[in-house]
């Protein structure tokens, strides 16, 4: 089910995964050091790999980082902000992560059951082959361009459709009835123009 309010009546332009951003980190420079994701954090060129993080409970800031293979599953994180961070097959599930700042971040081939995620802004934010089932998301700003991208069999990443709604200037998830090309197959989009821009949508799984 999709709640969102009613879409503006100027399209945005259309995006697709070409046009994101990735995260800029080097891995020869990424230190394997002791991080639980628990507390106050402000850490960067982070590799956190096959850590057991479930239940884990923090806020703050990780940047230039590569989270791969760890358990971050019914985590609580209220506020967080990552900015060129990559997590890779990930468990999130029934996880909750809110008043959370994206830029340039990516999210693939994760578990993502059960995820309550609130996004305050993305800017430059690659969703791609995860599993959202029963998950809620809630977008509240995007700058750039958000763009979840489903898998290709019948199970896809986001069970339904997603839509961002916003305001009078804001942007929305491309669609040809509001005069746009559609966006690349099996993608949702999210795009602002150049100026940043508001939004407002939730998607529920």
Same mark, same amino acid.
Not at 30 to 40: D, I, K, N, T
Not at 178 to 194: H, I, L, Q, T
């Given at each position: 089910?999709?709640r969102?309010?009613?879409?503006p009546?100027?399209?945005?332009?259309?995006s697709?995964?070409r046009?994101?951003r990735? &995260?800029?980190?080097?891995?020869?420079?990424?230190?394997?050091?002791e991080?639980?994701?628990?507390?106050?954090f402000d850490?960067?060129?982070?590799?956190v790999?096959?850590?057991e993080?479930?239940?884990?409970?923090?806020?703050?800031?990780?940047?230039?980082?590569?989270v791969r293979?760890a358990?971050?599953?019914?985590?609580?994180?209220?506020?967080?902000?990552?900015?060129?961070?990559?997590?890779?097959?990930?468990?999130?599930?029934?996880?909750?992560?809110?008043?959370?700042?994206?830029?340039?971040?990516e999210?693939?081939?994760?578990?993502?059951?059960?995820?309550?995620?609130?996004?305050?802004?993305?800017?430059?934010?690659?969703?791609?082959?995860?599993?959202?089932?029963?998950?809620?998301?809630?977008?509240?700003?995007?700058k750039?361009a958000?763009?979840?991208?489903?898998?290709?069999?019948?199970r896809?990443?986001?069970?339904?459709?997603?839509?961002?709604?916003?305001g009078r200037?804001?942007?929305?998830r491309?669609?040809?009835?509001?005069?746009?090309? &559609? &966006?690349?197959p099996?993608?949702?989009?999210?795009?602002?123009?150049?100026?940043?821009?508001?939004g407002?949508?939730?998607?529920l799984?």
């Amino acid at each position: 089910m999709i709640r969102a309010p009613r879409s503006p009546s100027r399209p945005c332009a259309t995006s697709s995964i070409r046009d994101v951003r990735r &995260p800029s980190f080097d891995l020869d420079d990424l230190v394997a050091a002791e991080f639980a994701f628990r507390g106050e954090f402000d850490e960067e060129e982070l590799l956190v790999e096959s850590g057991e993080f479930s239940g884990a409970g923090g806020r703050g800031t990780l940047a230039r980082s590569l989270v791969r293979s760890a358990d971050l599953s019914e985590s609580r994180m209220s506020p967080l902000e990552l900015a060129d961070v990559r997590f890779e097959d990930v468990d999130l599930s029934n996880a909750s992560w809110q008043a959370v700042k994206l830029r340039q971040a990516e999210i693939v081939r994760s578990r993502a059951i059960g995820f309550r995620l609130s996004i305050a802004s993305a800017d430059d934010v690659r969703v791609d082959g995860c599993r959202w089932d029963y998950a809620a998301i809630h977008v509240e700003g995007v700058k750039g361009a958000l763009v979840f991208t489903t898998e290709s069999d019948s199970r896809r990443s986001m069970p339904g459709p997603y839509r961002a709604a916003c305001g009078r200037r804001g942007g929305t998830r491309s669609h040809p009835a509001a005069g746009n090309a &559609p &966006p690349a197959p099996g993608e949702d989009v999210v795009r602002s123009g150049r100026e940043p821009r508001r939004g407002r949508g939730e998607w529920l799984g």
